[in-house]
């Protein structure tokens, strides 16, 4: 039985499913970047995410679908995130809302926006369409090589821009809110101000991913983000376990941790890949991916307990 | 000449129309003048605290006014006022950004009420600055600019917010009971750097106490709170011939206890 089952897996599938693996991996990267920007550096649970990345990935297939170019439509993709992001900011600073509720009340009602904007519960883009920024197309064409290096350089950029927008001024009045809202308004920072401005980032980026990963996918759905900050939690604790230490001390350590950010999601789709791979049903994959990140965050608290208890 | 402060007359009451309602603040009126340093002392829930509170804008008060330096600032929100203010907090951890460096969380300090905008969070002339800053305190610290603020000592984490409490010269420093949490020894190093830095600036300070001998040893002024009320205000050479003694006996003539002495301590 046992045997059969080994037989059964064929390593070279494995392996020819590797590309697509990484490229997914990578433009989730994107929306992981954005959860660690509200999660991390915010320290707010923002799960508007899950509604931005369908409301960026509508936005970009409807204005595809009505001929606007595919790279222009991702402009837009990451203004519409980013409105969803105000919107949760308005909700919590404005209204008093607390966080994680403020973006699950955005996160519901966008579920309708999605669908308002597409009309029905799913779009798609047309096989023939010209210009698109990603598609699984070109992870098995000719110039996949080259289709790679652009995602790469992409990243590398947009790490090098959250890089240097949180070491200016106003990066840094964000930083301070995040680890001590008392001090940062004792400073003279508009606590409110900042946060907003943090979620409509982290939104813009997670809209971007849903656009992205749209023209990758050749479709739209209203439940695509379902479960989405999970995979971006993943992604990010992935990346803090295996490269926390890496980074630590380095001289522009918070750009490797950015960086890492993408290993931690494209790290997250190779074990997807290969629980696929030996054949478990994919119906898990919710379930294992949530306990994964509770495990991953509960360790350190669990450490610092058993601390705390071999202290006393 | 105008004061430095005006408090006009504020009240504040916490859960109001709720059992635990609490009438912290029960018109407080106080003046000072431009260079004023005044130590606040008073038993538990004497309104010490409350009073800098209202100051600082951590809530609105009830009634009354409240000027800096000729500016209403009654009714601007915490962030807006802090152009006019310099904090040092109970919690060591309070004033600082832990996960900041401390040339970073000295840069946030020198940009208060200052636009932040798209520059670089912190220009390479200030870091010779903040070095020779942090010389002055001679914690150490002066080759240590990149380091986690997370990373210090409680005493050091105290002199560093004093710092940036005095960056940009405030109108007004505002020390809440800042060596409270510090042992005798770090807390006499870090009131020492408070006068120094309160003398350096000309600033007009306010700081609050539960040392008695360090209220009467610092500052030109002091006064007393009971009940959300100053009933006790005293400066210049009156101030200087206190004695530990006189306070007591003041604190038990308005409370009519005669174990002042351990309420004040406890306090």
Same mark, same amino acid.
């Given at each position: 039985?046992?045997?059969?089952?080994?037989?059964?897996?064929?390593?070279?599938?494995?392996?020819?499913?590797?590309?697509?693996?990484?490229?997914?991996?990578?433009?989730?990267?994107?929306?992981?970047?954005?959860?660690?920007?509200?999660?991390?550096?915010?320290?707010?649970?923002?799960?508007?995410?899950?509604?931005?990345?369908?409301?960026?990935?509508?936005?970009?297939?409807?204005? %595809?679908?009505?001929?606007?170019?595919?790279? *222009? @439509? =991702?402009?837009? +993709?990451?203004?519409?995130?980013?409105?969803? /992001?105000? !919107?949760?900011?308005?909700?919590?600073?404005?209204?008093?809302?607390?966080?994680?509720?403020?973006?699950?009340?955005?996160?519901?009602?966008?579920?309708?926006?999605?669908?308002?904007?597409?009309?029905?519960?799913?779009?798609?883009?047309?096989?023939?369409?010209?210009?698109?920024?990603?598609?699984?197309?070109?992870?098995?064409?000719?110039?996949?090589?080259?289709?790679?290096?652009?995602?790469?350089?992409?990243?590398?950029?947009?790490?090098?821009?959250?890089?240097?927008?949180?070491?200016?001024?106003?990066?840094?009045?964000?930083?301070?809110?995040?680890?001590?809202?008392?001090?940062?308004?004792?400073?003279? %920072?508009?606590?409110?101000?900042?946060?907003? *401005? @943090? =979620?409509?980032? +982290?939104?813009?980026?997670?809209?971007?991913? /849903?656009? !992205?990963?749209?023209?990758?996918?050749?479709?739209?759905?209203?439940?695509?983000?379902?479960?989405?900050?999970?995979?971006?939690?993943?992604?990010?604790?992935?990346?803090?376990?295996?490269?926390?230490?890496?980074?630590?001390?380095?001289?522009?350590?918070?750009?490797?941790?950015?960086?890492?950010?993408?290993?931690?999601?494209?790290?997250?789709?190779?074990?997807?890949?290969?629980?696929?791979?030996?054949?478990?049903?994919?119906?898990?994959?919710?379930?294992?991916?949530?306990?994964?990140?509770?495990?991953?965050?509960?360790?350190?608290?669990?450490?610092?307990?058993?601390?705390?208890?071999?202290?006393? | 000449?105008?004061?430095?402060?005006?408090?006009?007359?504020?009240?504040?009451?916490?859960?109001?129309?709720?059992?635990?309602?609490?009438?912290?603040?029960?018109?407080?009126?106080?003046?000072?003048?431009?260079?004023?340093?005044?130590?606040?002392?008073?038993?538990?829930?004497?309104?010490?605290?409350?009073?800098?509170?209202?100051?600082?804008?951590?809530?609105?008060?009830?009634?009354?006014?409240?000027?800096?330096?000729?500016?209403?600032?009654?009714?601007?929100?915490?962030?807006?006022?802090?152009?006019?203010?310099?904090?040092?907090?109970?919690?060591?951890?309070?004033?600082?950004?832990?996960?900041?460096?401390?040339?970073?969380?000295?840069?946030?300090?020198?940009?208060?009420?200052?636009?932040?905008?798209?520059?670089?969070?912190?220009?390479?002339?200030?870091?010779?600055?903040?070095?020779?800053?942090?010389?002055?305190?001679?914690?150490?610290?002066?080759?240590?600019?990149?380091?986690?603020?997370?990373?210090?000592?409680?005493?050091?984490?105290?002199?560093?917010?004093?710092?940036?409490?005095?960056?940009?010269?405030?109108?007004?420093?505002?020390?809440?009971?800042?060596?409270?949490?510090?042992?005798?020894?770090?807390?006499?190093?870090?009131?020492?750097?408070?006068?120094?830095?309160?003398?350096?600036?000309?600033?007009?300070?306010?700081?609050?106490?539960?040392?008695?001998?360090?209220?009467?040893?610092?500052?030109?002024?002091?006064?007393?709170?009971?009940?959300?009320?100053?009933?006790?205000?005293?400066?210049?050479?009156?101030?200087?011939?206190?004695?530990?003694?006189?306070?007591?006996?003041?604190?038990?003539?308005?409370?009519?206890?005669?174990?002042?002495?351990?309420?004040?301590?406890?306090?």
């Amino acid at each position: 039985m046992i045997a059969d089952y080994f037989m059964s897996l064929d390593p070279l599938a494995l392996l020819r499913a590797m590309p697509g693996t990484a490229a997914q991996g990578i433009i989730w990267g994107f929306m992981a970047l954005g959860v660690y920007i509200t999660f991390r550096i915010l320290d707010f649970a923002d799960l508007t995410v899950d509604g931005s990345l369908a409301t960026g990935a509508a936005v970009a297939v409807m204005l %595809i679908q009505g001929g606007m170019s595919p790279a *222009l @439509a =991702l402009v837009f +993709s990451v203004l519409a995130g980013m409105a969803a /992001g105000l !919107v949760t900011g308005i909700f919590h600073t404005l209204l008093g809302i607390p966080g994680i509720l403020a973006s699950i009340l955005t996160q519901v009602s966008l579920y309708s926006v999605n669908l308002g904007i597409m009309g029905k519960s799913n779009q798609g883009i047309s096989l023939t369409q010209q210009g698109l920024v990603a598609s699984s197309r070109y992870v098995t064409g000719g110039d996949s090589a080259f289709f790679f290096l652009k995602l790469i350089l992409f990243c590398l950029i947009l790490v090098g821009i959250v890089y240097w927008f949180f070491g200016t001024e106003t990066g840094a009045a964000i930083r301070a809110t995040g680890c001590n809202p008392q001090m940062a308004r004792a400073q003279g %920072i508009n606590t409110n101000y900042t946060k907003v *401005l @943090a =979620l409509m980032i +982290s939104n813009g980026l997670v809209g971007l991913c /849903g656009g !992205v990963l749209a023209q990758y996918q050749g479709a739209a759905d209203v439940n695509m983000g379902r479960g989405a900050i999970v995979i971006g939690l993943a992604a990010v604790i992935i990346s803090e376990v295996i490269f926390g230490k890496l980074c630590a001390g380095k001289r522009i350590a918070f750009a490797y941790t950015l960086a890492a950010v993408f290993i931690g999601a494209i790290l997250y789709y190779v074990a997807y890949a290969l629980v696929l791979w030996l054949k478990m049903p994919s119906d898990y994959m919710k379930l294992f991916s949530a306990l994964v990140v509770a495990v991953f965050l509960a360790v350190p608290y669990l450490k610092g307990r058993r601390a705390v208890r071999k202290g006393a | 000449m105008g004061y430095m402060l005006e408090i006009k007359n504020i009240s504040k009451t916490f859960n109001k129309g709720t059992i635990n309602e609490k009438r912290a603040l029960n018109g407080v009126d106080l003046n000072l003048a431009s260079g004023d340093f005044v130590t606040i002392i008073g038993g538990n829930g004497a309104g010490k605290s409350t009073t800098l509170n209202a100051i600082a804008g951590a809530w609105y008060v009830d009634e009354g006014q409240i000027i800096v330096d000729g500016t209403d600032i009654t009714r601007l929100s915490e962030h807006k006022r802090a152009v006019y203010l310099g904090r040092v907090f109970q919690d060591p951890m309070t004033g600082t950004a832990a996960t900041m460096s401390i040339e970073e969380n000295m840069a946030i300090a020198s940009r208060r009420g200052a636009h932040r905008g798209l520059r670089w969070g912190i220009a390479k002339k200030e870091r010779e600055e903040y070095r020779r800053q942090l010389g002055e305190l001679n914690l150490g610290l002066e080759d240590r600019l990149s380091s986690k603020v997370g990373l210090l000592s409680g005493g050091q984490r105290q002199a560093i917010t004093l710092l940036m409490a005095a960056a940009r010269k405030p109108k007004l420093l505002l020390l809440d009971e800042h060596t409270a949490a510090l042992d005798p020894k770090t807390a006499s190093k870090v009131l020492e750097i408070s006068d120094k830095i309160i003398v350096e600036h000309g600033l007009t300070a306010m700081m609050v106490t539960h040392n008695m001998k360090d209220a009467i040893a610092h500052g030109n002024r002091l006064i007393m709170m009971h009940e959300g009320r100053i009933i006790y205000d005293v400066s210049g050479e009156e101030k200087k011939k206190l004695h530990v003694s006189d306070l007591l006996a003041k604190f038990e003539e308005a409370s009519g206890d005669e174990f002042a002495n351990d309420r004040m301590m406890l306090g």
